[in-house]
């Protein structure tokens, strides 16, 4: 196995373990799902990787969660019409990682990706939610109060996504320092 080979199959199975721990309970929305979505995007050397592995890795996560652990044992849940919304947002956060932290990673790069990463999913999925749940009316104001809604999950986001990218960047760049060996 070549090193190329050797990274991808670490940063793959890393990807697939973290997006697991979800199954372990945690505070609302204290996941590391988009600082996946950012690791992914800038340390995996090819671009289709880039977006493959850490969504195939959510939607294993999110099956698991749908079925076993919030589910009512009695159907199977492969794609709800609301994660077009939450995996539109994954896609814009890989996107991310791979224009700000592939090259050249500071503290600052890091810390605002992790930031940014919590806005772009708050944005996109409580757009979504006014969209698509009849409980908000199809006004500026239904809205306004959807985004309202939200404030409440935006603490664990945010919180999850400064503290799991600091982390994950930091111990691989330390890694790569040291070699993967």
């Known amino acids: 196995m070549n090193a190329l080979q050797k990274h991808t199959l670490y940063i793959t199975g890393f990807i697939f373990i973290v997006c697991l721990s979800r199954l372990i309970p945690h505070e609302y929305n204290f996941t590391p799902v988009a600082a996946l979505c950012l690791f992914g995007g800038a340390v995996f050397f090819k671009n289709s990787y880039r977006f493959i592995i850490p969504l195939i890795a959510i939607f294993v996560s ?5 079925n076993f652990v919030y589910g009512d044992g009695e159907s199977i849940t492969y794609f709800s019409n609301f994660m077009i919304w939450t995996y539109s947002s994954y896609i814009l956060i890989v996107g991310l990682g791979m224009l700000v932290l592939r090259k050249n990673r500071t503290l600052i790069k890091i810390l605002g990706s992790g930031i940014a990463a919590g806005i772009i999913f708050f944005l996109i999925t409580n757009f979504g939610s006014w969209l698509g ?6 006004t500026f ?3 306004i109060q959807s985004y309202t809604a939200g404030i409440p999950f935006f603490r664990g986001t945010f919180a999850s996504n400064v503290l799991f990218s600091l982390v994950f960047f930091v111990v691989y ?5 040291n070699g993967l060996d």
């Open 62 to 66: 999110d099956f698991l969660l749908n």
């Open 133 to 138: 749940i009849s409980t908000y009316p199809k």
């Open 141 to 143: 104001e239904g809205l």
């Open 173 to 177: 760049d330390r890694i790569m320092e």
